[in-house]
């Protein structure tokens, strides 16, 4: 079992800064990719952001110059810095990590979600 937790989600103004974080935790050999989707009311859950091993991002179109995507491989966490945030930022963020369990047996693991809210 892998699990991963989110946190740092909120209410902002537009314009202004969250910063979200998701740690993964349990059996977990190595760690491929990592990154954050979001999901809007009525709407598919999109990629917001990935990052590999290696450090190297990729980013939705809508969000690049405005967020940052950064991993710690050691502590199996990844962050999202989301500035000059925009209502239509407004969703629920998931984290999302791949890699390989103990046993080396694949893993894809979803947080449970938090909360993004931006008013204008």
């Known amino acids: 079992q892998v699990q991963v937790v989110e946190s740092g989600g909120g209410w902002v103004q537009a314009g202004g800064s969250l910063r979200l974080s998701c740690a993964a935790s349990g059996s977990i050999f190595r760690i491929d990719s990592m990154g954050w989707y979001r999901q809007a009311p009525g709407k598919e859950r999109e990629l917001v952001a990935r990052i590999n091993s290696g450090g190297s991002g990729n980013y939705a179109d809508s969000v690049k110059g405005r967020f940052t995507i950064s991993r710690d491989n050691v502590k199996n966490m990844v962050a999202l810095q989301m500035n000059s945030l925009k209502p239509e930022d407004t969703a629920v963020y998931y984290c999302?990590?791949?890699?390989?369990?103990?046993?080396?047996?694949?893993?894809?693991?979803w947080g449970q979600g938090t909360q993004v809210t931006v008013s204008s």
């Open positions: 999302n990590v791949q890699g390989l369990r103990t046993g080396l047996r694949r893993f894809d693991s």
